[in-house]
DNA sequence: TAGATTGTTAATCGATTAACAATC
DNA sequence: TAGATTGTTAATCGATTAACAATC
């Protein structure tokens, strides 16, 4: 299952997962491909296709058990169980992803915050106590944290994602608008709003 | 030139454009589209073609002039003059983007918050004070606004979309985690971090 | 059984890459 | 001029779609 399913194919699952959790959450019991494919804007037979990498998931005639499809996709995506984050920066977006309550019931949790400003540490947001950046490597290791956001300003993104590789991390999503350098083994996802907002503004007028 | 350029190439220019800032910034004036390729792990071939899409934009033997391909990349993406943006939903999502400052010098500005709660209308974020959703069109038509950012929980996000599409909204970046159903005449762009988080967390372990 | 919908194959479509003539 | 790098064509690669036999 690790293998060789196409990256593209991976990115469309949580969609899937998303609106699965929607439908369930209404009562509904099964979906068709057809249903799926229409709140998602996505054609029914890539839906198929792509859930057929993971084995025969659905059923001839009646279409996919929603519950069942849910489990199945969590634990295809390993999110059956809780990944606790590190984030680190503690401004707007570090506030925002710390009090958000929409991680726990899709397999995350921020277990901790840093910042490197003295001014900041030891702060509260929530539960959590802003900590020192050079708290990092105790932190990470005690909650064994492989997934880290970082919410930085550009200039010290590289650095935090260095330092958190070198702790143990293996997986980043960076919030720094720059496109952070890392060895192959690191996963990175990127999420910059003004990039999204570019795309949009290029279809008006 | 608004004509039949792929939607997956436009994605790539906004990525295109940060770098370049950056470089500019750095006092660089010229990049080969292989230097280019190696700070965004995308091949020179690509950018080549990308950029050619929109005329002759470098010059062979130098590579592009990075003051010059700046320009050009933002009356492309027409963000050579500012946007002004409304967002609604006061919440940490909402701070974080109204305090945002790394819109302005990429072709954005929030030039107004809503929100619905009665308790929050009123407040101060910055320089913004919270406005109440029935000041929308009001608010839409005097700045002439034709971006929106969606910063509400998922339950109210179709319904405010619909709302701000009825007062002229074009184009909707929506962090609500949940997929916006519009007009074929109205761009949408969605951000979701779990749903990022579920696509790294595929790969760990 | 009849109707519905999957899983899968083959065909189509589109995007990426390699290669090189053009040219700065 | 010699060296470098673009713009562009053709070849390759991969993703999407259409269609339908299998089967619930």
Redesign the pocket.
Known sequence: MPNKI????IGRLPLYLRVLNRLHKEGKVYA???ELGKLLD?????I??D??HFG?????????QIEFLIDELGKILNTDTIWKMAVVGAGDVGHALANYNGFVNRGFEVAAIFDCDPDKVGNQIGDLTIKDCSEMQAVVDQENIKIAVIATPAEAAQQVAEDLISTGVKAILNYAPIFLKVADDVHVEHIDPAVHLQKLSYYLE
Do not use: D
């Open positions: 196409p990256h593209i194919v068709s491909s057809q996505i054609s029914a037979a890539q198929r296709k859930l057929s025969e998931l659905g059923k001839r005639g009646t279409g996919y």
